[in-house]
Each structure stands twice: as structure tokens, then as C-alpha cells.
């Protein structure tokens, strides 16, 4: 198959692009603003182009139309930026990416869509999350950290019409917490907001700096291997049954609150690197750490049984997903 990868220079997209290279079963051509992340990954059947989508809509139409499936990743996908430049969220992660939703309609292509375990919002009843049952609970307008959820919603939202009414074949996945090489970017000994936690808490191991603890660290997360996820993608990628589906990619396994998981990473630290851990753990609100319209929530372990049902099974626990991150970390530059 012909891939056209939005959004390949990102996280996700560069361990896709790694995974995929090697599979070296479809040819791939991903698009980015920055090349950074893809230092090092290269093959025959992956071509890069460094482009802005939004000031390229003829590119990227004419590479849609070239294309079997679309795979859209672009997006601002840290919660200090919904909290910071909320309106940009928007253009971004609702109108852009439903400008590829409608290119790709024009030209008759498949789109397979990242979306976010975000769009569930709060969980009052503490039931598992299942994609085409669990109500999407959002909070206040004041608070805005809710634009990302709330952008991701409504464009899951007219894709299904779309579908609904024939204009497009989609698969919606909704990513919970995936962990891995090439995460965001590290930081200085005690910033603030920035990147997501993975990225704050092994900045903090390389540096002695502290572990900020948001809101004490109760609040809980599923995180998922990266190679999980990208086994997810091409169960999907190759599944006929994911046509106009939407699907939760997680591991309700590795459900565990952010304050252990700043003590296990510590440990695995020590165990890696023979050095024992001084930083301190300190606890600080949502507000202080992100800015004012920071809301957090707990999130429950997603249900997988609709993935399973295509023969996809997480295979990381906790414990290995961030062993395999922090190794990855100290094999960079750093020290
Ligand atoms: P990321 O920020 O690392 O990747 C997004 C990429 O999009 C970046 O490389 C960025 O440069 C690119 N991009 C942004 N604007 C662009 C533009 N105008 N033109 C071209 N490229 C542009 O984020 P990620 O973690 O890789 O997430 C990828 C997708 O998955 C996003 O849609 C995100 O919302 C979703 N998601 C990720 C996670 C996760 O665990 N990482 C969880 C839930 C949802
Ligand atoms: C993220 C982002 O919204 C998206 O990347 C993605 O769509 C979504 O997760 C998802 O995976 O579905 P969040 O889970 O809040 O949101 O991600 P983090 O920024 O990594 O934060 C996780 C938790 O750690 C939050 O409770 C946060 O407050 C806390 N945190 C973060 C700390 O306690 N300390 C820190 O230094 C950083």
C-alpha cells in the first residue's frame, strides 16, 4: 500500500515510520515541519517531505491523491498547550485536520485518524472506557485545557457523519498515554508545563532537578508500550473490519497514579545506571505547573476487547514500557 504519513517528523510518527521502514511492506511518504525526530531513520520505501500542511494545501492534496491510506498525526498535543494558545489548538487539531478529512474525501482515499483517550473527559461512574458506549464528559469552558478534547471530539464526530452518509472510509484510534524513544524534549531542572510526563520526569533523572507532582500525583494513567502501538496500527491498517470504526489503543494493565510512577522510574534509573536518585518530590497545583484553565482528571483503564476482537494484544507492561524509555534516553548525548 502507498502511505501518506501527516505528522511523521512527531513522536508517534517516527517510531511508525522506524516500524514501518523495516516491515518494509508499504511504501511511505511522511510530512513534516521538522525532520529532528527522523535523524537516523531512513529506507527505501520511506521518503520524507519537510512542509508546513498548512501553507501546502496543494501538496498535500496532490500527495493525498497519489495515496491508498491517509494517516493523520498532526496535531498540538500537550496540555500546556491547550491551556496557553487554546485557539490555535483549535485551527490546528479541528479545521486542519478536517481539511484532510475532506481532501481525502475528494479523492476517495481511507483515513485512519489519531484521535485521544482525552475525548472521554471525566469518568464520574469509574467504568472502564468503551469506545461506542462510555458517555464523553467534558468539563467547564473557563477551564480550556478542554479545547483538545473537545477539538478531537468533533472531528470523531464528522468523520462518523461522513461515514454515515458514504463520503469517507475512516478508523478513528484514540491513543491512551503512549510511551517511547524520541518523546517530546527534555528540560531544565525545574520547569514547568513544557512537555508531557514522561519527558518532565526523566529530565529531572538526568539532572537531580525535582519531580513536580500535579495535584499531589493521584490522578491515574494507563501508559502503552510505543511497539504496541504500532502493532495496533497495522491491525488496523490491514483489518477490513476497522472500516468506519473507532478504537481504543491502551493497556488497562499498566493503570497506575503519576506519584508511583515518579518513584518507579527512579528505581529503574538506579537499576540502569548504578547511581541513586536525589530528586525531590514536590507537589504543586495544576494551575501553578500549567497556568490558569489547567483541569486534570483521572482516567480509567480503556476496554480492549473491540482491538482484540482484530487480534491485537498489548504486550508491555508498566514496568518494561519505561525501562525501555529511560534506556533509550541514557543511550542519547545527555550526560
Ligand atoms: P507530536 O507533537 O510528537 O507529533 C505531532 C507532529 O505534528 C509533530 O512532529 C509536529 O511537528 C507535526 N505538525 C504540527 N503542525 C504541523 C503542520 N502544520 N504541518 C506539518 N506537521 C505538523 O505528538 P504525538 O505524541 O506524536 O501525537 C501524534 C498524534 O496522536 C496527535 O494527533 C495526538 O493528538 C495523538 N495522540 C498522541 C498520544 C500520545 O500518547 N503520544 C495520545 C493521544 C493522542
Ligand atoms: C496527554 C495529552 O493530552 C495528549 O498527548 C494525549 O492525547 C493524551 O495524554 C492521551 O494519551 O490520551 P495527559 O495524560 O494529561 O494528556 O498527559 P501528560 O502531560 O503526560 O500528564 C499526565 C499526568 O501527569 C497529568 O496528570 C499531569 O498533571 C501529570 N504531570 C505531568 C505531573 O504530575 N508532573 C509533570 O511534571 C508532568
Not at 170 to 176: A, D
Not at 184 to 205: C, K, Q
Not at 230 to 256: K, Q
Request: hydrophobic share 40%.
Amino acid at each position: 500500500m502507498k502511505l501518506v504519513m501527516l505528522g511523521a517528523g512527531g513522536f508517534i510518527g517516527s517510531n511508525l515510520a522506524e516500524y514501518l521502514i523495516d516491515r518494509g511492506e508499504h511504501d511511505v511518504v511522511g510530512v513534516d515541519v521538522s525532520a529532528e525526530k527522523l535523524t537516523g531513520i531512513s529506507g527505501g520505501n520511506f521518503r520524507f517531505i519537510e512542509a508546513d500542511i498548512t501553507k501546502a494545501p496543494d501538496l498535500t492534496d496532490d500527495l493525498i491523491s497519489q495515496a491508498d491510506v491517509v494517516v493523520d498525526l498532526v496535531a498540538y498535543a500537550n496540555p500546556s498547550i491547550y491551556v496557553e494558545a487554546p485557539l490555535e489548538v483549535v485551527r490546528l487539531n479541528f479545521f486542519e485536520n478536517l481539511r484532510i478529512a475532506e481532501t481525502c474525501m475528494r479523492h476517495g482515499k481511507r483515513l485512519i485518524q489519531y484521535s485521544t483517550s482525552e475525548v472521554y473527559g471525566k469518568n464520574p461512574r469509574r467504568q472502564k472506557f468503551i469506545e461506542d458506549e462510555s458517555d464523553l464528559i467534558l468539563g467547564p469552558v473557563v477551564k480550556q485545557r478542554w479545547i483538545y478534547a473537545a477539538s478531537k471530539q468533533l472531528l470523531e464526530r464528522m468523520l462518523h457523519g461522513h461515514g454515515l452518509r458514504g463520503d469517507l472510509e475512516y478508523t478513528i484510534l484514540r491513543p491512551f498515554n503512549f510511551v517511547g524513544p524520541r518523546f517530546d524534549y527534555l528540560v531544565e531542572a525545574g520547569t514547568r508545563g513544557g512537555p508531557r510526563v514522561f519527558a518532565h520526569f526523566m529530565s529531572a533523572l538526568l539532572t537531580g532537578g525535582p519531580m513536580y507532582l500535579v495535584d499531589r500525583g493521584t490522578q491515574r494513567r494507563c501508559f502503552t508500550h510505543i511497539a504496541d502501538a504500532n502493532e495496533a496500527f497495522t491491525v488496523l491498517l490491514e483489518s477490513p473490519g476497522a472500516a468506519n470504526e473507532v478504537f481504543n489503543v491502551g493497556n488497562p494493565d499498566t493503570d497506575t497514579s503519576i506519584r508511583d510512577l515518579a518513584i518507579l522510574m527512579q528505581k529503574i534509573y538506579e537499576d540502569l545506571t548504578g547511581k541513586s536518585t536525589h530528586n525531590e518530590l514536590v507537589e504543586i497545583s495544576g494551575e501553578e505547573f500549567y497556568g490558569v484553565g489547567y483541569e486534570d482528571t483521572n482516567r480509567v483503564p480503556p476496554d480492549i476487547s473491540k482491538l482484540e476482537g482484530l487480534g491485537w494484544k498489548p504486550r508491555f507492561g508498566l514496568e518494561r514500557t519505561f525501562r525501555d524509555a529511560i534506556q533509550y534516553n541514557l543511550g542519547q548525548d545527555h550526560e
